[in-house]
């Protein structure tokens, strides 16, 4: 026997009300906006260097963090975005350490305890070890950017890409004794192979990608660099800088401009997870 027209009305609707939430959840997963980072690096360099680091931002709702989702990179073991509750920004310095700006970006970190991750040459933590120690002493943590900046290294064969990282590695870490963590992992110029990825998580590092390229390498300006990260900052965002590499005057000013700006807006400085 057919039960009243009230109950089967209620089914009806109950199965349509679930088929619409389902819809609901779907469709605000899939509709992010996805905006794809550039390099650190010349273009030409980039093709010749097989697959690039390329990022998407997490949907960029601020104030409303617990949305953000993990970014997709070039390797799937990148780190690109941190993943919190609270609306967070990593800073991250690629090519020093230098003289000249090193200590200038040091100190501006200082003036806002903002931690950071310095992706640093092997040549010149070498050189610089005063530097590599002012660095590690202050709270911030050690990123390998291979010996020489070398943009082909993910090209080599794993076993002569692998003694590499061993010893940009080391040459970060023996430093201090006992040796330094070195967490992370940057390829130059955002040249990210497969067996790179594997190779410098063999090596104990996690593969350190990022979401805003704020190109201060290009020197497009100080204006420029502040606007690129004011438009494209997010929740979680891995942002990227050069304290070495060339002359890097606009991005410490850049950088003096920034801090407070994102503390303004409610972010709060942090290491890559
Ligand atoms: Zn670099």
Redesign the pocket.
């Known amino acids: 026997m057919s039960p009243p027209y009230i109950y089967r009305w209620a089914g009806l609707l109950t199965t349509v009300g679930l088929i619409v939430g389902v819809a609901a959840v779907v469709l605000s997963d899939v509709g992010a906006p996805t905006v794809l980072a550039t390099s ?2 010349p273009a030409v360099a980039a093709s010749a260097a097989g697959p690039r680091a390329r990022t998407a931002e997490d949907a960029p709702v601020r104030g409303m963090p617990g949305v953000a989702r993990p970014a997709i990179t070039s390797s799937r073991l990148s780190v690109t975005s941190t993943t919190t509750e609270r609306p967070t920004v990593a800073l991250t310095f ?2 020093g350490p230098t003289p000249q700006y090193t200590p200038q970006v040091l100190e501006l970190l200082a003036e806002y305890r903002a931690p950071a991750t310095f ?1 640093m040459i092997g040549n010149q933590a070498a050189v610089h070890t005063d530097l590599v120690h002012r660095v590690v002493d202050a709270g911030h943590r050690l990123c390998d ?1 291979t010996m020489s ?1 070398d943009a082909t290294v993910g090209m080599h064969d794993p076993e002569l890409m692998s003694r590499q990282l061993d010893t940009s590695h080391s040459s970060l870490a023996t430093v201090f004794q006992p040796p330094a963590p070195v967490d992370y992992f ?1 390829a ?2 955002g040249a990210w192979t497969p067996q790179l990825d594997e190779v410098a998580a063999r090596t104990g590092m996690r593969p350190l990608g990022w979401s805003v390229d704020t190109l201060d390498w290009t020197q497009p300006g100080v204006a420029a660099i502040v606007a690129s990260v004011q438009q494209s900052v997010h929740p979680g965002a891995i942002i990227l800088f ?1 304290d070495g ?1 060339g002359p890097r005057e606009q991005t410490v000013e850049a950088v003096r401009q920034l801090l407070p700006w994102l503390q303004e807006q409610g972010y709060e400085f942090t290491l890559p997870n």
Request: proline letters at 8%; hydrophobic letters at 0%.
């Open positions: 650190e690096g690629d090519d992706c950017h900046h940057r130059p110029e050069h590499g």
